[in-house]
């Protein structure tokens, strides 16, 4: 494991969590109101029902308190794809929606395994995953069940926040973010808080023969 990924497990600053927070919000709120403008476009109309709304992508401003800047993006999330769902219903919705999410957490996965000197091993991913869930106010472990590798997330701030249709479409980014950390890693959500479980579960798949763990 690298010095600067060790050092910021020991201890990340308030000032990168709000940070990284702000940054992961622009992407994700740009992101879902790309899949909107792209659909009007495609079908040829001009008027966005979400124009009054107070979360414009890159003009968004959140609080200055994590927990502020939490539920403002939750709010912020809730409103889009309530949206999403209402103008191309939520098959439709939910599929370009998360296929939205997944590139823009692939994205930042790649941002953050060059800010955080990620290396290849299984730890190094599981260490940089909860600095970043530490961002979102998400614990979890990495346990071993019948010979799989699988997260249990027993606390979510979000799920809080989120309805079922919002988080099954953001987690779709969290999936993006661990590929982007390891492209040799994958990750899939099977149960989450907002579908009524206890806790949320997702499936970590390791492609690569090279994967090791420090």
Not at 21 to 28: I, K
Not at 49 to 65: A, I, Q, Y
Not at 90 to 111: T, V, Y
């Amino acid at each position: 494991m690298g010095l600067r990924l060790r050092i910021l497990s020991w201890w990340t600053p308030g000032w990168f969590l709000k940070k990284s927070l702000d940054e992961l919000a622009h992407s994700t709120i740009n992101g879902l109101e790309k899949v909107l403008n792209e659909y009007y476009i495609s079908e040829s109309k001009t008027k966005k029902p979400n124009e009054s709304s107070t979360f414009h992508g890159s003009k968004t401003v959140l609080k200055d308190n994590l927990e502020g800047k939490r539920r403002e993006m939750a709010a912020a999330h809730n409103e889009l794809v309530e949206t999403l769902i209402k103008t191309m219903g939520p098959d439709k919705a939910i599929s370009h929606g998360r296929e939205a999410m997944f590139q823009e957490g692939l994205f930042l996965g790649r941002r953050f395994k060059k800010i955080l000197g990620v290396g290849d091993g299984l730890e190094d991913l599981i260490t940089a995953a909860r600095i970043m869930y530490t961002v979102l106010g998400i614990d979890f472990v990495v346990e071993n069940v019948n010979d799989e590798r699988v997260m249990v997330v027993n606390h979510c701030s979000l799920a809080n926040n989120y309805n079922s249709n919002t988080c099954s479409i953001l987690s779709a980014a969290d999936e993006g973010v661990v590929q982007g950390l390891n492209p040799n890693i994958q990750m899939k959500f099977v149960k989450r808080i907002t579908q009524g479980h206890d806790h949320c579960l997702a499936t970590l798949k390791i492609n690569s023969l090279k994967m090791h763990e420090e």
